[in-house]
């Protein structure tokens, strides 16, 4: 593993390209990077590329959402060396990764914002819940 450790909270995820192992990250200013890189004009459109795997989404999201702490230059010959090691079968492990980094950037933006956090809600009313936590007689 890189260095480099994520921090879920802040939209980062480890992702495994072959046998480089990087961290993504997802930033507002990343995202605008990559849909134009991409050529993709809306969230709804890169969010279905990346997660359908679109080879040149894919290529782009791991040049501009790499990170490494030891600057620019490490981090674009990582993201230049897991892009040549690319393939399909880094499909699941990108999937997950991605997946993982959207969601925690969407998450930090809603806890800016005050928003609910329903699936905390979800876990406490489950906590709380005194049929569900029963063992079945059976």
């Known amino acids: ?34 849909c134009e890189v991409a050529g993709c004009d809306t969230m709804d459109l890169l969010y279905t590329r990346l997660i359908g795997f679109h080879p040149k989404t894919v290529m782009a999201a791991l040049r501009v959402l790499t990170r490494h702490p030891d600057g620019d230059k490490v981090t674009r010959d990582l993201a230049h060396k897991a892009i040549a090691e690319l393939s399909a079968a880094d499909e699941q492990s990108f999937r997950k990764a991605i997946t993982k980094a959207l969601s925690g950037h969407i ?32």
């Open 1 to 34: 593993m890189t260095d480099a450790l994520p921090n879920p909270l802040r939209g980062e995820a480890a992702c495994r390209i072959g046998n480089t192992d990087l961290v993504l990250v997802v930033e507002f200013g990343r995202l605008a990077t990559l």
């Open 107 to 138: 998450n930090d933006g809603k806890k800016l914002r005050g928003e609910t956090d329903h699936l905390n809600q979800l876990e406490k009313a489950f906590e709380q819940a005194t049929s569900g936590n029963a063992l079945s007689p059976s």
